[in-house]
């Protein structure tokens, strides 16, 4: 049967407060993601810590990126094709972003094996111990420097002095690739798309998008208010402020993405007569 136009209007019309915040929540953890990755994780861990170099980094996002704009197209299609109990994006939400979740903490957390050689306060000096001579001194840098554990006096200090091992590479490679493809496309389109069909008012679309649009500098405004928080208690310990933070976020991701697979109930309707889109509602 034909649904009467009260009840088109009733589920096409106005969104609650509670429906708009159940939806947008999401975005909160997605920002604070998109940041810790993007200005501490490549910079701070994978530069820094575990001496990976700029142009290596930017060639390996590049090529992620470039081959997730191509899986975009599929995931799109894919989810407007698909037709469930549970609608045709939120089977995208509830599998991909879980996985995203265990990618990001992978991605933000590297092994410490993996890190190139630096040094450290451990590295052992035994060759300079008790000798006060200034041939002997010169002798001891020397050393050092051949053997790469010191930088040469005429070196540049922004090409760095270390390389990151291979393994390094693969591992920072397939787990960005694999963030872009759960994350920014498995989960962000469809949840985009969601949002269009939870309502077929103009104004409310609008309004919707505009919370959303909140909820998402929130998530900035956040994680710049945790790194600074966290930061006095992890002065000298950058990677393990990373850690923690990452912990948090994923924490929030799961809380947000149960929230929004809860209380945000879609299902596809032949008979609505609104472009095939599916009837959204609170549970």
Known sequence: ???????????????????KSAYSGLRIPMSTFDFLIRLNVRTSVYRDAYGMSI???AMIVSLCKSLDFLMGFIVGYVSDKLRTRWGRRKPFIAICCPIFIVVFLMLANPPSSLSAPSLNEETDFSVCEGEDLCSATELCV??????SALPAPDSDPDEGDRAAPESLLVYF??????????????????????????????HEKSSLFGVKAGFQFIGYFLQN?????????YSDDVVGRIRAESIVYAALMGIALATLLWLIKARYRRDQGLGRMPAAELR
């Open 1 to 19: 049967a034909r649904l009467s136009p009260r009840e088109s209007m009733k589920e096409g019309g106005k969104l609650t407060c509670k429906t």
């Open 225 to 233: 208010g945790l790194a600074f928080v966290l930061a006095s208690q």
């Open 142 to 147: 020397s050393a050092k420097v051949n053997s």
């Open 55 to 57: 142009s290596t980094q």
């Open 173 to 202: 490679a397939i787990l960005y690739f694999a963030m872009q493809l759960s994350g920014w496309t498995g989960t962000q389109i469809p949840y985009d798309a969601l949002g269009y069909e939870l309502t077929s008012d103009y």
